[in-house]
T-cell receptor, first 113, second 111 residues
């Protein structure tokens, strides 16, 4: 049981490049979400999903796309990277309903130059 | 916006109890109080949650006031490894509701 796995752990992109941050969980959780955390700040919600085929926007969705084709995977796509997207990205999963704890990955540290 | 208010920072001596307050005066009847912590930019870690009764687990205790407008997270014997940012979050018990993080309280435990 690996929990929530994020890849890569570190990434450097050039402005305008695109890439996909991967997130996988093996706990059969319905609910998955992506956050970004800028230096000295709390986490901000980018997108979330309540189950396969269902996604919705969070607080800061611009510049990011998501899809949820399986229960296990929830990739985050940066369409055209900008320096303002330099951040640490965290993926989380939990059961969809009820008062359950969320499990977080260890983060992807992204730098856009 | 986060629905909670927490002090920016707190200090605690190693071995003493750390009491972290949280104000959530607009909490509604179906919202739970959750506590998470984040150690040195790692992924946040769940600590405890409660609705209206006090709760205790192996990590901490959660005391919720009778009117539910505030709560206190208690780490009974703080260690240096408890130095972290602690987030108090209120969240509905409904599908699709997200954890909305504020800036949390930075707890510094010193020897």
């Amino acid at each position: 049981n690996a929990g929530v796995t994020q890849t890569p752990k570190f990434q450097v992109l050039k402005t305008g490049q695109s890439m996909t941050l991967q997130c996988a969980q093996d706990m059969n959780h319905e609910y998955m979400s992506w956050y970004r955390q800028d230096p000295g700040m709390g986490l901000r919600l980018i997108h979330y999903s309540v189950g396969a085929g269902i996604t919705d926007q969070g607080e800061v969705p611009n510049g990011y796309n998501v899809s949820r084709s399986t229960t296990e995977d929830f990739p985050l796509r940066l369409l055209s990277a900008a320096p303002s997207q330099t951040s640490v990205y965290f993926c989380a999963s939990s059961y969809g309903t009820g008062a359950f704890e969320a499990f977080f990955g260890q983060g992807t540290r992204l730098t856009v130059v | 916006d986060a629905k909670t208010t927490q002090p920016t920072s707190m200090d605690c001596a190693e071995g003493r109890a750390a009491n972290l307050p949280c104000n959530h005066s607009t909490i509604s009847g179906n919202e739970y109080v959750y506590w998470y912590r984040q150690i040195h930019s790692q992924g946040p870690q769940y600590i405890i949650h409660g609705l209206k009764n006090n709760e205790t687990n192996e990590m901490a205790s959660l005391i919720i006031t009778e009117d539910r407008k505030s709560s206190t997270l208690i780490l009974p014997h703080a260690t240096l490894r408890d130095t972290a940012v602690y987030y108090c979050i209120v969240r509905e018990d409904q599908a699709g509701t997200a954890l909305i993080f504020g800036k949390g309280t930075t707890l510094s435990v010193s020897s």
